[in-house]
């Protein structure tokens, strides 16, 4: 929740004794060794161990020389490669190569005919994707799309991201950056560029958490590119683009660490005290929390300003919004951090673009937390008429899975369903008086909160 970090592309290393292939490197240079071509100190024969002799058969002789013989090691000695001070040896080439490379991949390996082992060519990973294009350049080109956002309210100031869907200035953020504006609040966007501008509120969110704004009086800005987040897999290489705190423009490389987690935000909210540098004077604000389902975890580096900001694929394509980060009692990155994916953040955008509001799909039961070490969510009351009363659904009914996805707390199931949209059919698995049964539930339509 394995493919290339986006700082690497993989090249295969020069092959010792061939030519050397474009972009490669070995440990020799540019050069690869030739036979002959370093004769031992005291000029002896070449076919015999010397302090620059390579192993038998490590680089062929050129077309029409002889090969030379098979090193005879002396009495009582260990053949060449068979002892641990060369496979040590090995070992410490290839950790070599990861400390000063940033991504080799090294082996030792054991030849099949004699048994004798051979150093595996490193695989080289350069900073850049399979396309070409470097963190660098991926950075470069996404940094334009992603803005910092400060809300000024009657409680202080708050900081956050937000990614451009429009050349005209609508602005997509998490709704818990702008919560704090209120009634008389300000929010003003700042742009890759040094330029600032004021901003509406286009609409909120709060049960997804996500937002729309809406700068005022800019065009010609570079929208961002919107991926699928569906085609995610666990692995994948991704950047974080924000201003945590404060800093705009900031990038941090990671991986897709796991897929389809559920996450309570909110209860807790970072303020900036006005007039103070970024991460100075900052104050806890309590909000109402949110949970959010199927979202994207990883290890790219979220920090407090982060939220609303874009996490981008390895070719630049945004796909998820960053909102979330897990803490060991602080409020810094620990490699645990959450998005929510860019097409859960695209459905709810559209909508809250055309009407201000946004709906989705709602089940009809409240939900507990069972007790003891006993996994799932507890229906503690059905409504009547919902899709879950029409299902079938009891009070006391333990829900065990979704969809043949297992249910762990009452929240996944919170996550899943507001994840999904209305219309959608989904089989639920529960257990009622001990017993297992499935009922099928089509999902209804409610508005979600003003």
């Given at each position: 929740m394995t493919t290339e970090d986006p700082r690497t592309r993989t090249q295969e290393m020069n092959i010792p004794g061939g030519e050397p292939q474009p972009g490669g490197w070995t440990q020799f240079g540019a050069t690869p060794p030739r036979y002959g071509a370093y004769p031992s100190p005291d000029g002896a024969d070449q076919s015999r161990t010397g302090a620059y002799q390579s192993p038998a058969g490590a680089y062929p002789p050129p077309p029409g020389a002889e090969p030379p013989a098979p090193p005879v090691p002396p009495s009582g000695a260990t053949p060449p490669w068979r002892g641990g001070i060369g496979r040590k040896a090995l070992a410490g080439l290839a950790l070599a190569a990861v400390a000063v490379g940033g991504g080799v991949t090294g082996a030792l390996v054991t030849g099949a005919a004699n048994g004798t082992p051979a150093a595996a060519s490193p695989i080289m990973r350069p900073a850049s994707n399979a396309a070409g294009a470097t963190v660098a350049d991926v950075a470069r080109a996404v940094q334009p799309s992603v803005v910092s956002i400060l809300v000024t309210g009657a409680q202080g100031q708050a900081e956050g991201s937000g990614v451009i869907l429009s050349a005209d200035g609508?602005?997509?953020?998490?709704?818990?950056?702008?919560?704090?504006?209120?009634?008389?609040?300000?929010?003003?966007?700042?742009?890759?560029?040094?330029?600032?501008?004021?901003?509406?509120?286009?609409?909120?969110?709060?049960?997804?958490?996500?937002?729309?704004?809406?700068?005022?009086?800019?065009?010609?800005?570079?929208?961002?590119?919107?991926?699928?987040?569906?085609?995610?897999?666990?692995?994948?290489?991704?950047?974080?683009?924000?201003?945590?705190?404060?800093?705009?423009?900031?990038?941090?490389?990671?991986?897709?660490?796991?897929?389809?987690?559920?996450?309570?935000?909110?209860?807790?909210?970072?303020?900036?005290?006005?007039?103070?540098?970024?991460?100075?004077?900052?104050?806890?604000?309590?909000?109402?929390?949110?949970?959010?389902?199927?979202?994207?975890?990883?290890?790219?580096?979220?920090?407090?300003?982060?939220?609303?900001?874009?996490?981008?694929?390895?070719?630049?394509?945004?796909?998820?919004?960053?909102?979330?980060?897990?803490?060991?009692?602080?409020?810094?990155?620990?490699?645990?951090?959450?998005?929510?994916?860019?097409?859960?953040?695209?459905?709810?955008?559209?909508?809250?673009?055309?009407?201000?509001?946004?709906?989705?799909?709602?089940?009809?039961?409240?939900?507990?937390?069972?007790?003891?070490?006993?996994?799932?969510?507890?229906?503690?009351?059905?409504?009547?008429?919902?899709?879950?009363?029409?299902?079938?659904?009891?009070?006391?009914?333990?829900?065990?899975?979704?969809?043949?996805?297992?249910?762990?707390?009452?929240?996944?199931?919170?996550?899943?369903i507001r994840s999904m949209t209305p219309g959608t059919k989904i089989t639920l698995t529960y257990v009622r008086g001990g017993d297992s049964a499935t009922a099928t539930v089509t999902l209804a339509e409610r508005a979600a909160e003003s």
């Open positions: 609508l602005i997509l953020t998490n709704n818990h950056v702008v919560a704090g504006a209120g009634q008389g609040g300000q929010v003003q966007v700042n742009f890759s560029d040094g330029k600032n501008a004021a901003a509406t509120i286009v609409g909120t969110d709060p049960a997804t958490d996500l937002a729309v704004i809406k700068a005022q009086d800019v065009s010609g800005l570079t929208k961002a590119t919107l991926g699928d987040s569906d085609k995610l897999n666990v692995g994948d290489a991704v950047l974080a683009i924000g201003s945590p705190l404060g800093l705009e423009g900031s990038v941090t490389a990671g991986i897709v660490s796991a897929l389809d987690r559920t996450v309570s935000v909110g209860g807790e909210q970072s303020q900036q005290q006005p007039g103070l540098p970024p991460g100075w004077g900052r104050q806890q604000q309590q909000s109402a929390p949110t949970t959010i389902g199927g979202a994207i975890q990883t290890d790219a580096a979220i920090n407090p300003g982060n939220s609303g900001g874009a996490l981008v694929d390895s070719s630049g394509q945004v796909v998820g919004i960053n909102s979330a980060i897990a803490t060991n009692g602080g409020d810094g990155n620990i490699g645990v951090g959450f998005a929510i994916p860019i097409n859960t953040a695209r459905q709810v955008a559209d909508q809250l673009i055309k009407s201000g509001k946004a709906t989705h799909a709602y089940l009809g039961v409240n939900l507990a937390d069972p007790t003891g070490n006993t996994e799932g969510a507890v229906v503690a009351s059905v409504q009547d008429g919902s899709p879950a009363a029409r299902a079938g659904l009891r009070e006391g009914d333990l829900i065990t899975k979704i969809d043949g996805t297992q249910v762990t707390a009452a929240d996944t199931v919170v996550g899943r």
